[in-house]
């Protein structure tokens, strides 16, 4: 069973859509939970924390259910720069390595 | 102040043929880490290091070796090429995690081939 699970997608959206990626999670002890960007044939960068009450960083909101071990990105108003892959991330509790745990990503194309 | 650097970008090896990967970081982490990302997966980590002659494996190490004699250094080391290693590497360096503060710097990446 895999740590980190993703939407398969990709998703095709036009310029100002609303576009949502789903995340789940199997180990229950996770504690810490990210959207990382990942542009074509680069490296990932962090995009945001998701807080279990739930944050916004503009155009960005993430939200995170413990009881359903689910994280969520929702991109409002899509910029053509929004296309990318998102890899929703998970540490698990108590790691004092800070060992992350990378799902497969989703990819985004934002299109004129 | 670079951050993460690797070298090289780009490689093509014959199986068996043997290579270091080079990673550097200028941000006086104690964490690295070295991973693997094939086409269409999430990352998975090779091995980490939490200081300066410490290391230990992560979920797939099988193939590599790695060594930490520096804060700044951490080479990861294929003896023995194989077509199953071709892959994209990335290495990655962070603070020692603590709360919430677990966000890890990545290289650009290294894309090797082996045929």
């Known amino acids: 069973r895999k740590e980190v699970e993703q939407d398969p997608g990709p998703f095709n959206v036009p310029e100002g859509a609303t576009v949502a990626f789903n995340c789940t999670y199997s180990n229950s002890a996770s504690q810490s939970f990210f959207w990382y960007r990942q542009d074509c044939r680069k490296e990932p960068k962090l995009l945001m924390s998701?807080?279990?009450s739930g944050n916004e960083d503009g155009r960005f909101t993430a939200q995170l259910n413990r009881a359903s071990q689910y994280i969520s990105l929702l991109i409002r108003d899509s910029k053509l720069s929004d296309s990318a892959t998102y890899l929703c991330?998970?540490?698990?509790?108590?790691?004092?390595?800070?060992?992350?745990?990378f799902g497969r990503g989703t990819q985004l194309t934002v299109w004129p | 102040n670079a951050g993460v650097t690797q070298t090289p970008k780009f490689r093509i090896l014959k199986i068996g043929q043997s290579m270091t990967l080079q990673c550097t970081q200028d941000?006086?982490?104690?964490?690295m880490y070295w991973y693997r990302q094939d086409p269409g997966m999430g990352l998975k980590l090779i091995y980490y290091s939490v200081g300066a002659g410490i290391t230990d494996k992560g979920e797939v190490p099988n193939g590599y070796n790695v060594s930490r004699s520096t804060t700044e250094d951490f080479p990861l080391r294929l003896e023995l090429a194989a077509p199953s290693q071709t892959s994209v590497y990335f290495c990655?360096?962070?603070?020692?995690?603590?709360?919430?503060?677990?966000?890890?710097?990545f290289g650009p990446g290294t894309r090797l081939t082996v045929t």
């Open positions: 998701v807080y279990s």
């Open positions: 991330v998970v540490v698990d509790r108590g790691s004092t390595l800070g060992r992350l745990y």
């Open positions: 990655a360096s962070s603070y020692r995690p603590s709360g919430s503060t677990y966000e890890q710097y």
């Open positions: 941000m006086n982490h104690n964490y």
